[in-house]
């Protein structure tokens, strides 16, 4: 069972999204709280996760995050040149390849400043509420696909239940308040 907080100065709010043990069915809940919770602080953060609820944030806080990136939705597969499962994603408001007007000036920039933004080999996780949180690796990272109005990327998963079901799910259309997050960055 997982607690997650982001802080995030500009944030307003979190959601919260409980889930019920038994049943897996999900709850949600609205909280004026930012940041981490401390040991002995009474914050929301600190009650999901001593009930063992995942705290995840609003979308409208993750929309402005450098490193969240909202509606990730599955294209399909690509077998060469490494096996992957094709994403597309949006980009956040705050990054400068989504304020770019033509494909052109989206490829060049690409090609010239964009190299720390879903890089290869990147670690990325899957957040859904109500869902166990996925990861993966880029494995498929192409300029030319990147500079698409809706960027893409290929990800490799480890085999499992909880990547077959997120998949599964995402597959059949958008999941709300779903997220790609770049974990790990290039030095």
Known sequence: VLGISQPDPSAAQQQTFSVDGAS??????SSSTTGLATPGSSNSSAAA???GSQVLPSAAAAVNSRNVFQQPAVLGVCLKPRPCVMFSVQLPNSHRAKRLKTKQERLDFWKEYGHGTLPSDALVCLAAPGQPLVFATVVRRDVKELAEEQPMIGLAFEPGQDVERMISLMGQGPLPNTVLVQVSFRK
């Open 24 to 29: 897996g069915a999900g709850s949600s809940s």
């Open 49 to 51: 996760s001593r009930s």
